[in-house]
């Protein structure tokens, strides 16, 4: 069997080292390019959410290097992500394609079904070899997470564009190659060391910007248009709202075992949506509120055109700007988004951020000063 799976920023790393600890042999796709767009494109229905187009070109380019298996997260919700395997798997018959596709579902409790679909794509292995599997897989994932966090504080301050996301590609490289828990923690050492000698600007103007939205349109840079990178060396540090670990802690461990570690997004955006409306919608307006009382400069908000969770969360946005005062700039994004686009919004963004902190610097000078010939 060979397995290959969809590209999610950098899901690959922990999923490769998971199924090469149990001896699977995997094939993962080229990075997401132009190709693949086009494949995904062409074969997927033109409405259907860019996350499934992209999906199909990584599977189709899988499959021409000799990938026969697809392992493909499933889902629930009243958004199309419950039936997105379902569509995948069709489109790949119809084109006479020759991959398996094993669906594994967030467990909910019914851990039987994950369990067999895990055996089935392992050959059998048993409990102990995945623990130990999943184990290795997870200090993987965490790192990267940690990792990445430092990534966007450092970026915004290098003082040689590039510099840090250089420094990065080095340390996904030496993570994908670990193959131990104890070379994992290594690596992750020397990542923070080469991140902290990373020389910095001297000025410390740094905007700090939240970025919420829909979970893929958030990891994956090829779709997101690197908007991280963009944005940290325009000197804006980014907050994002969902880490992969901490996606994969609530839906394979939280929700699994009945308990709840959303409570508190669902409390935050009560006043203006009062229900789950799938994928991260309710988050993109829990988050917002957290960012604006945390003190960030703005919010941006990131999705698929056509998607539903994020076109209820736009709606409402504007509302939430005004009440909580922070501005909120919108990308909805398709396979004809351009970088240069892009750029020039997220600029614009960028200098109203700018003005408008300066003005608020100014205010409190002023309120300062006022103050003072009042005592005096
Ligand atoms: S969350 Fe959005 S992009 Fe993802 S499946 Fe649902 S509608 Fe599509």
Same mark, same amino acid.
């Given at each position: 069997?060979?397995?290959?799976?969809?590209?999610?920023?950098?899901?690959?790393?922990?999923?490769?080292?998971?199924?090469?600890?149990?001896?699977?042999?995997?094939?993962?796709?080229?990075?997401?390019?132009?190709?693949?767009?086009?494949?995904?494109?062409?074969?997927?229905?033109?409405?259907?959410?860019?996350?499934?187009?992209?999906?199909?070109?990584?599977?189709?380019?899988?499959?021409?290097?000799?990938?026969?298996?697809?392992?493909?997260?499933?889902?629930?919700?009243?958004?199309?992500?419950?039936?997105?395997?379902?569509?995948?798997?069709?489109?790949?018959?119809?084109?006479?394609?020759?991959?398996?596709?094993?669906?594994?579902?967030?467990?909910?409790?019914?851990?039987?079904?994950?369990?067999?679909?895990?055996?089935?794509?392992?050959?059998?292995?048993?409990?102990?070899?995945?623990?130990?599997?999943?184990?290795?897989?997870?200090?993987?994932?965490?790192?990267?997470?940690?990792?990445?966090? @430092?990534?966007?504080?450092?970026?915004?301050?290098?003082?040689?564009?590039?510099?840090?996301?250089?420094?990065?590609?080095?340390?996904?490289?030496?993570?994908?190659?670990?193959?131990?828990?104890?070379?994992?923690? @290594?690596?992750?050492?020397?990542?923070?060391?080469?991140?902290?000698?990373?020389?910095?600007?001297?000025?410390?103007?740094?905007?700090?910007?939240?970025?919420?939205?829909?979970?893929?349109?958030?990891?994956?840079?090829?779709?997101?248009?690197?908007?991280?990178?963009?944005?940290?060396?325009?000197?804006?540090?980014?907050?994002?709202?969902?880490?992969?670990?901490?996606?994969?802690?609530?839906?394979?461990?939280?929700?699994?075992?009945?308990?709840?570690?959303?409570?508190?997004?669902?409390?935050?955006?009560?006043?203006?949506?009062?229900?789950?409306?799938?994928?991260?919608?309710?988050?993109?307006?829990?988050?917002?509120?957290?960012?604006?009382?945390?003190?960030?400069?703005?919010?941006?908000?990131?999705?698929?055109?056509?998607?539903?969770?994020?076109?209820?969360?736009?709606?409402?946005?504007?509302?939430?700007?005004?009440?909580?005062?922070?501005?909120?700039?919108?990308?909805?994004?398709? @396979?004809?988004?351009?970088?240069?686009?892009?750029?020039?919004?997220?600029?614009?963004?960028?200098?109203?951020?700018?003005?408008?902190?300066?003005?608020? @610097?100014?205010?409190?000078?002023?309120?300062?000063?006022?103050?003072?010939?009042?005592?005096?």
């Amino acid at each position: 069997m060979k397995v290959t799976f969809p590209h999610m920023g950098h899901l690959h790393v922990p999923l490769r080292s998971f199924f090469a600890a149990l001896g699977v042999e995997t094939v993962v796709p080229p990075p997401i390019g132009r190709e693949t767009l086009a494949l995904g494109t062409r074969y997927a229905p033109e409405f259907a959410c860019l996350p499934l187009k992209v999906n199909v070109g990584n599977f189709l380019q899988a499959a021409r290097m000799g990938a026969d298996t697809v392992v493909m997260a499933g889902g629930v919700g009243p958004c199309r992500f419950g039936y997105y395997a379902q569509v995948e798997r069709e489109i790949l018959r119809d084109l006479g394609v020759k991959l398996d596709m094993v669906v594994l579902e967030p467990p909910q409790g019914h851990w039987r079904e994950l369990w067999l679909g895990l055996r089935a794509i392992t050959g059998g292995a048993d409990l102990k070899a995945i623990w130990r599997a999943g184990k290795l897989a997870w200090r993987k994932l965490t790192a990267l997470d940690e990792l990445e966090r @430092e990534l966007h504080r450092v970026r915004a301050r290098e003082a040689t564009p590039g510099a840090s996301t250089e420094a990065w590609r080095k340390i996904v490289d030496r993570l994908d190659r670990a193959e131990a828990v104890s070379e994992v923690e @290594e690596v992750a050492r020397q990542g923070k060391a080469l991140l902290a000698a990373i020389p910095r600007r001297e000025d410390d103007d740094v905007l700090r910007v939240g970025l919420v939205g829909e979970i893929y349109t958030l990891l994956e840079p090829a779709v997101n248009l690197e908007v991280e990178r963009v944005l940290g060396e325009m000197g804006v540090e980014v907050e994002r709202s969902i880490y992969l670990s901490d996606w994969v802690k609530t839906n394979l461990v939280f929700h699994s075992l009945h308990l709840r570690d959303d409570r508190e997004e669902y409390r935050l955006a009560a006043p203006y949506l009062g229900h789950f409306v799938g994928g991260h919608g309710l988050e993109s307006i829990s988050f917002t509120i957290r960012y604006a009382r945390a003190g960030l400069d703005g919010v941006i908000q990131l999705a698929p055109l056509t998607c539903m969770p994020e076109i209820v969360a736009e709606s409402i946005l504007p509302k939430v700007s005004r009440d909580v005062g922070i501005p909120v700039l919108t990308f909805m994004l398709d @396979e004809h988004a351009s970088e240069v686009g892009m750029r020039t919004r997220l600029e614009a963004f960028c200098d109203l951020l700018r003005e408008r902190r300066r003005r608020k @610097e100014r205010f409190l000078v002023g309120a300062r000063d006022a103050a003072a010939d009042l005592r005096e």
